[in-house]
């Protein structure tokens, strides 16, 4: 077989934006004993690499040139992404137009992550029955309030009713991420920080008070990874007032009377309340009213500056 393949004065474009860039090889290709298309796409594939600055071969395109028979235009894409939006290069890495190697995992999770990868993690949504602990409780009119060992929301027939978290994203941002610090072991870390609120003051908002909610990466080349961030928002209180102050009008921020009283709530503590029945000091008629409140540690804060996105 006998091929002649030269590469044309335009051939080597490289770009990088948005998209993540790529890179176009183009070529003048004869043939001389009748090859087909066939042969000439064997022949591209074994003079260019699979993998060039960066980028993973993806495209081939052949098309006659000038009408002739016997020559054509031959352009190779490079992309951030391989065949099919994965790793693997179009022809394979043998250039034999051969099958793709066996995927396997990074080689240690502080291996770069690169193209080929994105990725969704997630916090999932938790009902939770048993806090991590009862940060604070009261019972109306002052004593000690009955210890339900951590069992959330407690009703008048003693079962368990739980709350539910996460709730919707409060706010999106997308930051770009070194492709260095994007590893399995990162992903590790995006994982266990999922659906955990912060234990420092992060981006302006108090300790306790942001929720990471998702993480979404794409490999964007060059600059390294695009990463969107979803967090939840739920402000501290350090004025909870389940019933009232001490007295009609007061401002005294002392327990209410009757009432559970005032409390200091971070974020993403839970609060509950127990109800009792008891006669209307006018009316005499059974009223429900706040008999007993809790406020439950129900998530494990975590240290939002492993996120690599500042603080």
Excluded at 199 to 212: C, R, T
């Amino acid at each position: 077989m006998a091929i002649r393949v030269v590469e044309s004065p335009d051939s080597g474009d490289l770009h990088y934006g948005a998209q993540g860039g790529g890179q176009v090889l183009k070529y003048t290709v004869v043939t001389t004993a009748g090859e087909t298309k066939a042969a000439v796409f064997l022949a591209a594939l074994a003079g260019t690499l699979p993998y060039l600055n960066g980028f993973v071969r993806n495209d081939l395109k052949i098309e006659s040139k000038n009408g002739a028979a016997n020559v054509y235009a031959v352009e190779v894409n490079y992309g951030t992404t391989g065949v099919g939006g994965g790793d693997q290069p179009l022809g394979g890495v043998g250039n034999d137009g051969g099958p793709p190697m066996t995927p396997s995992g990074p080689g240690s999770p502080t291996t770069p992550l690169t193209s080929g990868w994105t990725f969704r993690i997630q916090a999932p949504t938790l009902h939770l029955t048993t806090s991590l602990g009862t940060v604070d409780k009261a019972k109306r009119g002052g004593g000690a309030a009955p210890d339900f060992k951590r069992r959330i929301g407690v009703d008048r027939d003693g079962k368990t009713q739980g709350c539910d978290v996460p709730p919707a994203a409060a706010f999106t941002f997308s930051r770009t991420i070194a492709r260095a610090t994007v590893t399995q072991g990162y992903l590790n870390t995006l994982s266990a920080i999922a659906g955990k609120p912060n234990n420092a003051p992060f981006y302006g908002w108090e300790e306790g008070e942001v929720l990471l909610m998702s993480a979404y990466g794409t490999y964007t080349q060059n600059d390294g990874w695009s990463i969107t961030f979803e967090f939840g928002v739920q402000k501290n209180d350090n004025n909870v007032i389940v019933c009232g102050p001490s007295a009609p009008g007061a401002t005294d921020g002392l327990p209410a009377i009757p009432g559970p009283g005032v409390f200091t709530k971070k974020g993403w503590e839970y609060l509950w309340v127990k109800e009792e029945e008891i006669p209307d000091p006018v009316t005499g008629a059974i009223v429900t009213v706040p008999g007993y409140a809790y406020i439950e540690k129900v998530l494990e804060p975590a240290d939002f500056s492993l996120l690599e996105i500042g603080t």
